[in-house]
């Protein structure tokens, strides 16, 4: 550092305790950035770069941005992933000595915002941190700063279940230690768009144990120390809104991973990556954003206890058979802030009188609630009516104390209101009075001078003067008027009146002043006091708020109450898949059956394409979720198991970043679904096998039908295009074909979107390439080769049943020599069906014309040919009917 300004070398010092942050370092009115951070910022920001002198022998990069509009470039950074350490003056300039003091305040990080528009109301913001236990554990915790909210969790063995519980929680920033396993740490980096933070200290500090108390497991507590202290260390203010931590199991919820959540868009969509079209975006009729942050953690994590379960079905089913109550509850509860992060902020110090304005009217309607919940004919309200806490005293205080309309700051007055404290009282009659009588001697100064336009002004700097413009200068009294600052076509002036009236209102006002902050800030811990209180009011309005979004969709979409099988029994009467029913509004959706018990534990779905086999699929899923959720369902009637997990296989993509290809990735999900499912889950495997060869893909899609038919048990859907795979269901005892039905109308393709038993006899892929409208050169091209890959098929499946014949009579019989002469006339197809100039080519480039179609007498003779069973012909009539054929061709 030698050479450097002593300003610089500050920068610099605290710089190297914040070198993966830019140092917001204040100066004055601006924070400034200088060396890497202002050229990197100056790029992220768009701002200008310039230079200062700061010692050495080359000028230093430098950018900054205002104090009063640094929260808006902060939050870009932050959106971006980066962290910003905010660097302010600790210290009165007039009493240093050498560079003013300063120090870090606060690192703000993307984990740790506490409000503005990257922190969305109807998501949490949480914070994670993970430990590596060296008996093959790994500790899990995670907190939301801005709502207080706190829980931790083992993970035994799997980097998957860990990595799994990572992305249910959306943490944008994790930490973790500086000697983690490298393999956990790249995993992270590939699998997730986050902030890397470390913090090595997992002790237990006094200023948190409280949080802690409810904890028994060790690994528990160490792994959320390692949180806490990288939240006290960076955030160095009080957290007394964090909320004790809340240990929970992953066998208490349905076990949802990544890419079933993904596959099944539960809460954002595939291709968007949207709320709209997810089932969130369904389910959240929700008027608080407390309810639709509970709402996306309920979907994330579905109940496995029937009796919770039933529980929340129950409430749904009450606030439904109360029409107007329901709707009296929310529109009270549109009149409900965010009571979670309104709490956050009062333990964070940024309140200001407006958001406690905004608690008040938000405890004002909880008497209401409660009032309305009374009347409900069932008990089961109750409980809820007795969870909903007024705290009265606070709501009478907040009433008594701040103004209907007070102004955003909170240090330049006019918050309290009249009557709440004497000596504000007074401070205000002296400095109201005192208004009145500088009134009143402008009025007098213009009478006494008649001066029309003469004032009587105030700023900051010179106080109260007289001010008189300069052609009216010879009207004044001599001696009287004291010079107090020259303009340039006015003067202004004092009286000894004015000056003594001056020193008294400046007075009132400033004392008025820091009294009211001084009151203000004797509420706001007032109001701290009450944040266990809020926050478990909070718990409770969210829960009432996502019960009424459950009763209101279901009432409005018709769904049923759905009752559980403890014979893992699926009786689903004319179901529908929720979003797809949704979006088609006015359209009709073609509800179907599910029907599964223990002689139908796999149903193996064949049909064509865009006919609704993965709807049909996602719809049990979703069903599912709902259910163990809590909702009501889209359906007639529904019976269903109380699922473990739920494992899909739908749709899949290059993960690029891993260097994994559609395949592999295919089945990495297959694995992870047939190591991981038990007889108790649900598994959806649509079209596996496709990305690699037929005959490779259908062998794979055979052996895992049969190792989930003979060794799992579990309840799958299997959709498939290999038809082949339909000749299962003779030998695998629990395992039925159905299909999606469709006919054929003028050449033309339509989907019935029916789900019926059976096999479906064709995939009619070339329709759908038709429906797409493709060029129809090429929709007809598509149709020779496929006819000519037909034939060739029926040939080998025939050369192959005449071999078996020939095999079984000897040979030297007529049926070998019949078998010879049929593999001859076969194995050459153009000598009987077409001509060689006909013959069709996979590559345009090797026909030197245009093929000519088949004539309507050779197609007649190809489909009886065709339709023959060889095997049971005896050799003179296979014999005779060949002649036949070949005289008809001549």
Request: charged content about 30%; aromatic content about 8%.
């Amino acid at each position: 550092m030698a050479g450097y300004t002593p300003m610089i070398k500050q920068y610099l010092q605290i710089k190297e305790d914040y070198q993966d942050a830019f140092l917001f370092f204040r100066l004055g009115d601006f924070y400034e950035m200088f060396f890497q951070d202002a050229l990197k910022a100056s790029q992220e920001l768009e701002i200008t770069l310039t230079s200062r002198d700061g010692g050495g022998e080359e000028r230093i990069p430098m950018c900054g941005v205002p104090y009063h509009a640094a929260p808006q470039y902060i939050e870009q950074l932050i959106k971006k992933g980066y962290k910003v350490a905010i660097c302010e003056q600790t210290e009165d300039p007039k009493l240093a000595k050498g560079p003013v003091k300063r120090e870090v305040v606060q690192l703000i990080t993307p984990g740790t915002m506490m409000e503005g528009r990257n922190l969305s109301d109807k998501d949490n913001n949480f914070i994670a941190t993970l430990s590596d236990f060296e008996d093959s554990t790994y500790g899990f915790a995670c907190s939301d700063l801005s709502t207080g909210e706190s829980r931790v969790t083992l993970v035994a063995g799997s980097v998957e279940d860990l990595l799994n519980e990572l992305s249910l929680t959306g943490a944008r920033e994790v930490v973790i230690e500086k000697n983690i396993d490298p393999h956990l740490e790249q995993k992270l980096k590939e699998r997730f768009i986050l902030t890397l933070s470390y913090e090595d200290d997992s002790s237990i500090k006094e200023s948190f144990s409280l949080l802690l108390s409810d904890l028994v497991e060790e690994k528990h507590k160490l792994t959320a120390s390692r949180l806490f202290n990288y939240l006290y260390r960076t955030q160095k203010r009080s957290l007394d809104h964090l909320q004790k931590v809340v240990s929970y199991q992953l066998q208490q919820y349905m076990k949802i991973d990544y890419y079933s959540k993904r596959n099944l868009e539960l809460t954002e969509t595939i291709r968007s990556t949207a709320k709209k079209g997810s089932l969130l975006w369904l389910l959240d009729e929700t008027k608080t954003a407390m309810g639709g942050r509970l709402l996306k953690q309920w979907i994330n994590r579905p109940l496995v206890k029937q009796e919770e379960i039933e529980k929340r079905q129950d409430m749904v089913e009450t606030f439904i058979s109360a029409f107007f109550e329901r709707q009296e509850l929310r529109e009270k509860l549109k009149e409900v802030y965010d009571l979670e992060r309104l709490a956050g902020r009062v333990a964070f110090g940024n309140v200001n009188a407006r958001d406690l304005n905004q608690l008040k009217r938000s405890l004002q309607q909880v008497p209401q609630l409660m009032h309305i919940l009374e009347t409900l004919p069932e008990s089961k309200a109750a409980e809820l009516r007795n969870r909903l806490d007024p705290c009265e005293e606070l709501t009478d205080q907040l009433e008594l104390a701040i103004v209907d309309n007070p102004p955003i700051s909170v240090k330049e007055g006019n918050l309290i209101r009249d009557g709440f404290d004497p000596r504000l009282d007074e401070y205000r009659d002296a400095s109201r009075n005192g208004k009145t009588w500088i009134a009143m001697l402008e009025k007098q100064e213009r009478e006494k001078t008649g001066i029309k336009s003469l004032k009587i002004g105030y700023n900051r700097i010179f106080g109260y003067y007289i001010e008189v413009t300069k052609a009216n200068l010879h009207h004044l009294e001599e001696g009287r008027y004291e010079r107090k600052q020259t303009l340039s076509n006015a003067e202004r002036y004092i009286t000894p009146e004015l000056k003594e009236k001056e020193d008294l209102i400046l007075s009132a006002e400033e004392k008025s002043i820091e009294l009211e902050y001084e009151l203000f800030t004797a509420i706001r811990e007032t109001v701290k006091d009450f944040i266990p209180r809020l926050q478990a009011l909070a718990r409770t309005v969210s829960e009432l708020d996502v019960l009424l979004s459950f009763a209101e969709v279901s009432e409005q979409r018709r769904y049923v109450k759905p009752k559980f099988s403890a014979e893992r029994r699926i009786a689903l009467r004319e179901g529908r898949h929720p979003v797809v029913e949704k979006v088609m509004n006015a359209q009709e959706y073609v509800p179907n059956d599910c029907f599964m018990d223990n002689d139908r534990e796999i149903l193996l779905i064949t049909g064509p394409n865009m006919s609704g086999k993965s709807t049909y699929m996602r719809q049990l899923a979703l069903v599912a979720i709902m259910a163990q959720i809590g909702c009501f369902v889209p359906a007639e009637e529904a019976v269903l198991p109380v699922f473990d997990q739920v494992f899909t296989r739908i749709g899949a993509a290059d993960d690029l970043i891993s260097g994994q290809s559609t395949f592999m990735v295919e089945m990495l999900e297959a694995k992870n679904a047939i190591t991981n499912a038990t007889q108790d889950s649900l598994v959806l495997f649509d079209e596996i096998g496709r990305g690699t060869s037929t005959y490779d893909g259908m062998a794979l899609a055979q052996a895992i039908i049969e190792y989930i038919h003979n060794r799992i048990g579990a309840k799958t859907l299997f959709s498939t295009h290999y038809h082949e795979l339909t000749t299962l269901q003779e030998e695998l005892k629990q395992l039925k074909n159905i299909h999606v039905s469709a006919i054929e109308n003028e050449g033309k393709v339509v989907f019935l979107h029916k789900i019926k038993d059976g096999a479906a006899d064709k995939s009619y892929g070339i329709h759908v390439a038709q429906l797409a409208e493709l060029p129809s050169e090429l929709i007809q091209r598509a149709n020779e080769i496929l006819y000519t890959l037909e034939q060739k098929e029926a040939g080998n499946r025939a050369i192959e049943e005449a071999s078996v014949k020939a095999e079984t009579s000897g040979p030297d019989s007529t049926g070998s020599r019949l078998a010879a002469a049929a593999a001859e006339t076969l194995a050459e197809p153009e000598t009987v069906f077409e001509s060689k100039e006909a013959q069709l080519s996979f590559f345009a480039a090797e026909q030197t014309e245009k093929p000519e179609r088949l004539s309507k007498k050779e197609k007649r003779v190809l489909e009886k040919l065709s339709s023959m069973e060889i095997l049971d012909m005896t050799p003179l009539q296979a014999m005779n009917i060949l002649y036949e054929l070949q005289k008809k061709l001549k």
